[in-house]
């Protein structure tokens, strides 16, 4: 199907891979000076309500991204509440005095939703090498496919490196990330430098990984405004999708289909940093079982790996054989998750911000990270039914280049290929979570470098904005900032 794009095509900038910028200085572009300076309005989007609408926020403090829609009613109102209990409190090893909130791995990563999303926010690399990871986890797996089309655990250690566990069971082992720096030039003289991650995996407690295995490091994304694109309707999704590329433009957005284990049927995939769920309550039994090693009515196996005899015989929560995040929890946890608001986007009448919005749709941005989104009918939560929001994501895969690959296959997507990240908030990350780390494995410091990491489909923009002047590129960061 055809995507709508508002892309304007840069036939003198040839397309590079970002570390040949980094290591070789740049050649200066034709006609990039010129974009800011032509005049014309900003894009229609560019709107005083540019947000989640019913799903919008004021809030711009720490706690900007753990607000509920101020439209909920009483009832459900009580239900967020004690999501936000469920989400935010640390779970015991059992068997232990907390009623209802033991079960605690046997291995695990952390020890609430919380702990890696922290204010409900964005998580970050270490900041040493030997630092633990807190608010990251590395996904594992070996080639081939289970009989849904995902990928297969690693003997012994599963599709998930857990780096804690409960007393008596050993933990799997130990992630230490290194960053090489390379720097390079913009055309104008201005320097800039990218930090490359190498991963090293160590203490591993059941001998080596096989020679074949894939890794993956992600950080933990932000999950306010998931209701209202779990809303967005699949012929939405797809409309924009060009997975053969047939306009021509370099960017193709594939969907990611996967594996939905309530309805028994592969369906689209939405969330995650590779869209490889369906859905927010999937979501979050996934990650409650594979983060915190809590069972539930979707998965009501332990995480245990084969031949980790050790956590086989320990303990499980819950009451008589019961998930150990229950039925009720689950639901109210889903349902904080899904009514968390999204602050609305500042300082949208300075100059320079506007003039930022325009180079946004002008350089192309929006081929992928689409402005607009609308929601249809949701019978269950009415406040998320038929709503226009600026999401700026497309929920497609999209192809990031070799740089950002990390060779792991997952559903349909293949190892280059990542969910477009939404922006919306994305101004406020410092302010929330005290760092600016962005991409997938956060080796981003800085919106900046988030750009210059972008390859593949993204290659020619990326390289539209290395061509810009210091004061172009200036204008489109404050605005991402202002989102």
């Not at 915190?292 to 979707?298: E, K, N």
């Not at 946890?333 to 911000?353: E, F, H, K, S």
Request: charge should be negative; hydrophobic fraction near 40%; glycine fraction near 12%.
């Amino acid at each position: 199907m055809q995507k709508r794009s508002s892309q304007v095509r840069f036939r003198g900038a040839a397309a590079r891979r970002v570390r040949d910028a980094v290591a070789l200085p740049l050649a200066v572009g034709v006609g990039f000076a010129a974009f800011a300076a032509h005049g014309g309005d900003a894009p229609p989007w560019l709107t005083p309500d540019l947000g989640g609408a019913n799903l919008t926020v004021g809030v711009t403090s720490e706690n900007a991204f753990a607000q509920p829609s101020g439209q909920l009613a009483t009832a459900e109102l009580r239900s967020f509440t004690f999501g936000n209990r469920v989400f935010n409190t640390n779970w015991a090893v059992a068997p232990a005095s907390v009623a209802g909130f033991d079960g605690l791995g046997p291995v695990f990563n952390r020890v609430s939703c919380s702990a890696c999303h922290t204010r409900d926010g964005r998580g970050q690399p270490p900041r040493a090498p030997g630092e633990a990871l807190e608010s990251m986890l590395v996904r594992i797996s070996v080639p081939g496919r289970d009989i849904h089309g995902g990928v297969l655990p690693v003997p012994h250690y599963g599709d998930q490196l857990n780096e804690r566990a409960i007393p008596g069971v050993p933990a799997e082992g130990r992630t230490v990330v290194h960053y090489e720096e390379r720097r390079g030039r913009y055309p104008d003289g201005t320097a800039f430098s990218l930090a490359f991650p190498r991963y090293e995996f160590v203490d591993l407690a059941f001998g080596p990984w096989p020679a074949d295995v894939r890794y993956s490091p992600r950080v933990a994304p932000p999950v306010f405004g998931l209701g209202l694109l779990e809303t967005v309707p699949e012929h939405v999704v797809l409309e924009a999708a060009d997975p053969d590329d047939e306009d021509g433009d370099g960017i193709s957005g594939r969907p990611n289909r996967v594996w939905d284990a309530e309805s028994g049927r592969t369906v689209l995939g939405r969330f995650g940093w590779k869209a490889n769920q369906p859905s927010l309550r999937q979501q979050n039994a996934a990650a409650a079982l594979g983060d915190i090693g809590l069972t539930s009515t979707l998965y009501p196996e332990q995480n245990v790996a084969v031949g980790q005899d050790a956590a086989a015989r320990a303990p499980s929560g819950g009451e008589g054989g019961a998930p150990e995040l229950g039925s009720g929890y689950l639901e109210r946890l889903t349902l904080y998750i899904r009514v968390l608001a999204v602050p609305a986007a500042r300082n949208l009448g300075v100059p320079m911000v506007r003039a930022g919005a325009r180079l946004f749709e002008e350089l192309g941005c929006g081929a992928c990270h689409r402005p607009t989104l609308r929601t249809e009918d949701q019978p269950t939560l009415p406040l998320l039914a038929w709503q226009t929001i600026h999401p700026f994501t497309d929920l497609l895969l999209h192809d990031m280049g070799e740089e950002l690959a990390d060779d792991r296959d997952d559903f349909a997507a293949s190892g280059r290929e990542w969910r477009t990240p939404p922006l919306w908030g994305i101004g406020l990350v410092e302010v929330v979570n005290r760092h600016t780390r962005f991409l997938h494995d956060g080796r981003a410091r800085s919106l900046e470098e988030a750009i210059l990491w972008h390859g593949g489909e993204a290659a020619r923009v990326r390289d539209s904005f290395v061509h810009l002047d210091r004061g172009e590129r200036d204008s489109l960061l404050a605005f991402l900032r202002s989102l």
